[in-house]
């Protein structure tokens, strides 16, 4: 007899880890300008963590497929990130700043992949209610942009670190009440080998690319969206409610998500993605001064992150056998890290030299490369073209 889907156990854990995700996205880096640090250290400052996530989900991912204790990963990495954070009240100095952003995220990013891992083995033959699942950390997202938004309009960023180690104790709780599972067994397909064998499959690699490119596109907008519609004359209290407009667009998505991947390929849905993140990169570069642009472009947050990771995760589910699961999420989570440094390293660098305008315009010609890569090396069965 199929047990129950525990649904309300794992969305509150994907609830609470996108919190955290809410609180960093749009205002880690406003915290560092608070504190007095340069763009290019704010880029370098945020890039680390995202440095992080190149190596140590492969490590935990490799750990977890070969000890099958992938929720014992998830509590430990939760425990230890909260626990290496903390030490943020020690001293607010670069260097010191710079090891805390690498010890925590080390153990964060130890986390998602296993749990996602988690979440589709409950799913087994419902795997198509990932979306349904993984909304609620959409969800956690916008009620903490809209609410620290209106917390910083009111107190000093001094108590940002207090709300990111309120979050990460949130994690931690959730993660004890989820129940565990395993990927189910199946039938090894001809020639289907180890993770290696697997990822030399046809596309599969391509896909691995479009994936670090679209991060890297997001680099001046992960790390500098808030700083740069601040500058513009925006409010924080509305900067929040705008970073929470393009989640609740992400959350309907999610709602359809089902009934998309029926009627069009991982292949048509992902090169979509790619190229309506493009085009909000121009408007965010040189028309986020109009209200109206700015609105628009943070709808299409839908397609940049909403449609684009969830066909990603169906991709990977389907390129990799139950023993590389966690591999396989691990390497998307690292190659979608190692593309988020880049972006978030070379942003830094070039937003006080080229400006916002063409800081984002490249990012947009680089969602244009990932369209290239995945229009001609991914079919729409998923397979490598000749």
Do not use: K
Request: a positive charge.
């Amino acid at each position: 007899m199929t047990a129950a889907l525990p649904y309300w156990r794992l969305s509150s854990f994907y609830l609470c880890y996108f919190s955290l995700l809410g609180a960093t996205a749009p205002f880690l880096a406003l915290y560092f300008d608070h504190l007095g640090f340069s763009s290019a250290r704010i880029g370098e400052l945020v890039a680390i963590p995202m440095l992080m996530r190149c190596v140590a989900p492969n490590l935990w991912g490799w750990l977890g497929d070969h000890t099958g204790r992938r929720l014992a990963i998830v509590r430990f990495g939760a425990f230890c990130t909260l626990i290496c954070f903390a030490g943020i009240f020690i001293s607010h100095s670069y260097a010191w700043l710079a090891l805390i952003m690498a010890l925590h995220a080390f153990f964060w990013h130890a986390v998602l992949p296993q749990f996602e891992v988690i979440t589709l083995a409950h799913l087994r033959e419902q795997a198509a209610r990932y979306s349904q699942i993984r909304l609620w950390g959409s969800i956690g997202f916008i009620l903490t942009v809209v609410g620290l938004g209106q917390l910083f309009e009111l107190f000093s960023l001094d108590a940002y670190p207090w709300a990111l180690v309120g979050i990460m104790a949130g994690i931690v709780i959730s993660s004890y009440w989820v129940p565990n599972a395993q990927p189910e067994a199946r039938a090894s397909q001809a020639g289907e080998g180890g993770f290696l064998s697997q990822l030399r499959r046809p596309g599969v690699l391509a896909f691995y690319a479009g994936v670090a490119l679209m991060q890297l596109s997001h680099g001046p907008y992960y790390t500098f969206l808030t700083l740069h519609l601040e500058h513009l004359g925006y409010s924080r209290g509305l900067i929040g409610q705008l970073w929470a407009l393009g989640v609740v667009a992400e959350v309907i998505l999610f709602l359809v998500m089902n009934r998309l991947l029926a009627r069009f390929s991982v292949r048509q849905v992902l090169l979509a993605s790619l190229l309506l993140a493009a085009l909000r990169w121009l408007l965010l570069g040189s028309l986020a001064d109009h209200l109206a642009v700015l609105l628009f472009a943070q709808l299409l947050h839908a397609a940049t992150f909403g449609s684009f990771h969830a066909a990603a995760i169906h991709f990977v589910q389907g390129s990799f056998g139950p023993q590389q699961q966690g591999q396989g999420q691990a390497l998307y989570a690292a190659m979608a890290g190692t593309g988020g440094a880049l972006g978030a390293l070379y942003s830094g660098y070039s937003w006080n030299s080229l400006g916002p305008g063409w800081t984002f315009a490249i990012a947009s010609l680089v969602a244009l490369a990932a369209a290239v890569i995945i229009g001609i090396r991914l079919s729409d069965s998923g397979e490598e073209r000749a």
